[in-house]
Structure formats: C-alpha cells, structure tokens
C-alpha cells in the first residue's frame, strides 16, 4: 500500500506540472479562497483548493474502481478523461462553487482551434519531445499549455499591457505559469530555419520555471521541433494542414527569427532587430504615429504576444487561442488577408473609402489606424495610382490589393516591411481562388521616411506598377 501511494504522488508530481510547496498553493487553483471548488467533492467536506477536487485516489489507480467518468484508469487519479476534468468547471456548465463565467469548452467547438479533441496522443505520464507533436501525433490537450498546479491566481492573470517594462510584453502571463516549452538557437542569417532547440521546463524544485515568453509556448508545435521532415526546410512551409484542412501551416520560428529583415515584435524589440534597415521602428510620419496607444508609446522598444492577434472572435470571451470562428484563429472579430463581406482581398480602396468596416475588421487596423484626418499614414499608401482599379486574374478591385504587396503570413519576411517579391512560395504569396498569384514586386528597398518613398524603392514588371518598371538597385534579397 505504501508504495501504491508513493508511486500516485510522484505521477502528480512529475507528469501533471509541479505541485511543490509554494507552487500549488499559491496558484489559482491551490488558493484557499478562490480556488478549485467542485460542487460534489465540496459537498463531501473537502476545502476549497484541496486536491481532492481533480484526483480521487481510490479512482483509477493500476486500474482499481471505480474508473474515471468519461474513461478508462489514469495515471493520474483524475475523475474524467484529459480535457473534460477541466470542462467540469470551465465549461458551458461549470460545476465550480461559485460556477465559473469563462466558457473554454465553447470555444474548442469552433472551426480554428487548437485540437483537443485528438484523444490519446498526450501521455501525462511521460516527458513530451518533438517527436510526440509530429505531424502524425498533432494535438492541444489543455495541459500542453496550463500547468494546473502554478497557474495565476484570479486577478493576476489576465492579458494587459505592461507600460512600465514594455520590452517584456512577450513575457507569460500567470495563466501561463509553469508549461514547457522551446527556446531556439536564432541563426545569423535572415530567413533560416532553426533547427536546434534548447527546452525549459519547470521542476518540483522550481514550479514557475519552463516558459518565460508566450513565443517559446507556441513554437514547441509551431516550428521545426515539431514539425521535423515534415517542413520543406528552408521555406517554411510545411505539409502539416490546421485542423479544417484549409490551409497548411507554417514555421514561425523561422517567421520571427531577430535576423530576418523585418517582423511583429514577438521575440525581440524592432529596435534589436539586427538586420533590419533604419529606421527600425515603425517611426510617425508626417500625418501622425502609425501606432495605436498602447503601442504608440516606446515604439521600436516594445514586444507583444503571439495572442494579441490570436484568439476567439467575441472580444468578451476567455483570453487565449483556443478557438475561433475566423479564419487563422484570429481574435475579436478582425480577418486577414480576405475582406469577409465581399470574399476578396483587403485593398487601400477599402480604406480610403471606408468600406467593409475595415477598422474593426482588417487585422492591420487592431494596432495601426493606417490613416489620420482622411490621410494615410504612409506615403506609398497615399499614391493615387494605388487608389486605381486593378485586375488580377479574373477579379477586378478598387485600390491595390494588401497583399499584392506585402506577405500573406504577416509574422516576418526576409525584407523590409513585411514585402512579398513574386517569387515567394504559397502560403507567404496570396493566391485567389482561381489560381491567381498576387504579389507583384521584384524588388523593394526601404526608405528611411515613410514620407519619402520614390518609384524607385520598388521594382515590377507587371503592368499595372509600370511606374516601377525601372531597375535601381540595390533591393532586399
């Protein structure tokens, strides 16, 4: 018997995240006053916070009865399989005392989510390497990014904006405490695939410790630890589909890598980006800054989360990329690259003219007002011929397509300001549904003012961008 009880506490210990002293009672579900409360196990005399409430010890061990609901035996002791014991109180029914408002069983209904629904792929019971996120082992239990022993306290948790250290913004939030992740060996040169990977994870001697910034969460799926020979290596761009079978995914390690020519700060701050031409930061223009407030503030010095844009389309639901119902799971309704009320791409017609709702819809516009006063905030963007009608394929648009200029994946690019050359592979280039390619530049150089772009910062052979039909280099690769 005592062994049967030693060999339960080390599985709760080494397989469900740290439960040391320190960690677990301190943690939201630990703490005495707002803490895990199962209805029927608090009806039993158990206190709030009590381990009781997830483990039953004569539940499952070795197979004992009874079994868990919803299951066969855990290692664990847990009363219901994987995610259903955290749906138990973070459910559309919450069987909490008091019941809980935050619905995250909703949002894995959603058509873009992580895949918790992929039963068996995660042994609790074993250390995880890239080879158990594989393409053939894909999957999102709830423990692969909570650790539910050090997870936040109530109030402490959520996701918000620090000000005063805003080159921490890509530190993890308390609900993030505790889970495992990667941290790459960053190449020196723009555009290369990491392919080594030191992992962090959290001890029962140091319960906090594993990930420190969200990114290292997100790319021990998204990136070549995982991923492996899936990855056509050296583009980016994987065999590996999203959960609808829409699109593939890609390696956003190599997306956000410090040397690549430009990229969203989630790694580092774009004053820290080495390869990047100055000015760096995205600098106001002469119509005003080109950043909304919070960001307005420290421009260049700042980095964000991977879930500022990441998330459920309601802005009231719980925080976090569970799910959502727009497409590439991003968050509070905004899409990307596709304008969803007339299905073709977002263009700078929309924006001037303000049509299709662009600044609660384009993504761009959730961190970028893009224009002040009816002016835009970019001088290439101002350029009337780039008002003009344009045709590709068999679609006609007002106004230059975004994407006819910029990359499709807007995480990075191996040039200036996220610009797409014609020669980049799908999903980097856009395509239209009938087989159009719509990047159109060769080259581009960029200015060091956003006011003071000439014909000869880009280069194109299309038809349409003759103004840039004339060679000057030099030009990002």
Known sequence: MKTL???????????GGPAAAGGYSGSAHGDATGGVNRASTAALGYAVGNCAHCHEMHASMKGMEPDPAGGGPSVLALFAAEEAVCYYCHGTTSHNTPPLSRDVEAQFAKTYRHPVERAGRHLVSTLEHGADLDAANRHAE???????????????????????APADNNLVSNLLLGAWGVEPTWPGAAWTVPTTFTELRPTPAAPAAGVQKEYQLCLK??????????ENTGTGVTSVSNVSGEYVLTDQALEFAPGNKSGHPVVV???NRTASDAPRALVASKNGPRLKA?????????????????????AAAPEGPHGSNTRYMLAEGYTWPVRPDTGKFWTLGDVKNDQGSWPT?????????????GKFLNQVHDKGDHQDKYTFGTIQYQGAPCVSCHVAVPHGSKRGRLIAYSSDPDPYAAFQADGTKMPTLLGFRKSSNPDQYDKKNCYSTVKACDDHKDYNPPYDP
């Open 269 to 271: 701050t774009l004053n």
């Open 5 to 15: 009880l030693f060999l339960f506490f080390c599985a709760i210990l080494l397989a």
């Open 142 to 164: 709830c423990a692969d990014c909570h650790n539910p022993h050090t997870i936040g306290k109530p109030g402490t948790a959520y996701h918000q904006y620090n000000s005063a």
């Open 294 to 314: 919070p960001w307005s503030a420290a421009v260049g010095d700042q980095t964000m989360w991977c879930s500022d844009c990441h998330g459920d389309d309601a």
């Open 361 to 373: 819809r384009l993504l761009c516009a959730k961190c970028h007002p893009i224009k002040n006063n």
């Open 221 to 230: 799926c998204h990136s070549y630890y995982a991923f492996g020979s899936a």
